[in-house]
């Protein structure tokens, strides 16, 4: 088994941005999201330690008061938060090879 004395020590963040920036400045190995972790990664601040990715069922979602949906800018945003979402996946499917037992569908 592991020995898990000590695993509580060190940093606690609740901000998964600050936890990437704090990896970065050097403080330790983050675990978190590729999308908070890329401009480091593409940098040269971080570096993977191990080839793959896993997928997350956790998910963002985007909301606003119902009588403001259909507002232009609403659906620009909307629009804007899609395609950056689609490129994203596309660049990642190309730069990272899933963890074994994992597909690109679950």
């Known amino acids: ?6 695993l509580d020590a060190g940093y606690d963040f ?25 401009r480091h990664l593409r940098e040269g601040t971080l570096a993977r330690p191990f080839p793959g990715a896993m997928k997350c069922e956790e998910a963002y979602y985007a909301v ?18 899609i395609a950056r979402g689609r490129a994203f996946n596309e660049r990642l499917r190309a730069e990272v090879a ?5 597909t690109d569908d679950g």
């Open 64 to 81: 606003c008061l119902e009588r403001q949906s259909g507002r232009p800018a609403v659906t620009s945003l909307w629009d804007w938060l």
């Open 14 to 38: 609740s901000d998964s941005g600050l936890l990437i920036d704090s990896a970065a400045l050097g403080h330790g190995v983050a675990l978190g999201s590729l999308v908070l972790a890329e």
């Open 98 to 102: 899933p963890v074994d037992g994992q």
């Open 1 to 6: 088994g592991i020995d898990r004395d000590g």
